[in-house]
């Protein structure tokens, strides 16, 4: 009936075939991705619910940040799952717990005004994830935790001489990222 689901090799079912579509997220983590009447979710390998199908949308139109090499549009920073309720995004780990309540309206920087930045959604070797509210920036590490208060006006990259810069402004000031994030390391 235009169903579908998943069987074991030996024929045994084990994601019941109640979907309108399936698709794997991660193979090393063993998600797939749901829908059923319009509405997303996520489950384990067995079938079991790990995000409840009750979502808008789960994962990132990624096709946005191509200068950021992110091959999981799913799974973000190695544990983060983006998930929007409505016009609101909130971030779930790969165990399928809520790490960030529905309250951004946005991941990720589009560039705009500045001509020399690049749209930035994460700064990779620090596993850091843009998050946007109101139109003000804040990073969001692994855990889902704000490494400071949504303040920021951009937060964006320029490629100079073939290396990434990764930018932080705040009221006119800019800050180099990877400096803040070392800073940061540093003193915790």
Not at 17 to 35: A, H, R
Not at 65 to 82: A, G, S
Not at 120 to 137: E, G, Q, R, T
Not at 145 to 161: K, P, Q, R, W
Request: charged share 25%; with cysteine.
């Amino acid at each position: 009936n235009g169903k579908v689901g998943t069987m074991s090799k030996k024929g045994e079912t084990k994601v019941e075939i109640i979907y309108d579509s399936i698709e794997l997220m991660d193979k090393d983590v063993g998600l797939y991705l749901v829908k059923k009447d319009g509405k997303y979710g996520v489950l384990d390998l067995n079938g079991n619910i790990k995000i409840h199908i009750e979502n808008s949308e789960i994962g990132m139109d990624i096709s946005k940040f191509p200068k950021n090499n992110i091959k999981n549009k799913y799974l973000l920073v190695d544990n983060l799952i983006p998930v929007r309720q409505d016009k609101l995004w909130g971030l779930y780990d790969k165990n399928g717990n809520q790490v960030v309540e529905f309250k951004y309206d946005s991941f990720g920087y589009v560039a705009s005004s500045n001509k020399n930045a690049f749209n930035l959604l994460i700064i990779p070797d620090y596993n850091v994830l843009v998050a946007c509210k109101d139109k003000k920036y804040t990073l969001l590490n692994q855990s889902g935790e704000a490494l400071f208060n949504t303040i920021a006006d951009d937060i964006y990259m320029t490629i100079s001489g073939g290396e990434k810069h990764y930018h932080i402004s705040v009221n006119g000031k800019d800050l180099d990222a990877i400096g803040y994030l070392e800073n940061r390391e540093k003193n915790n």
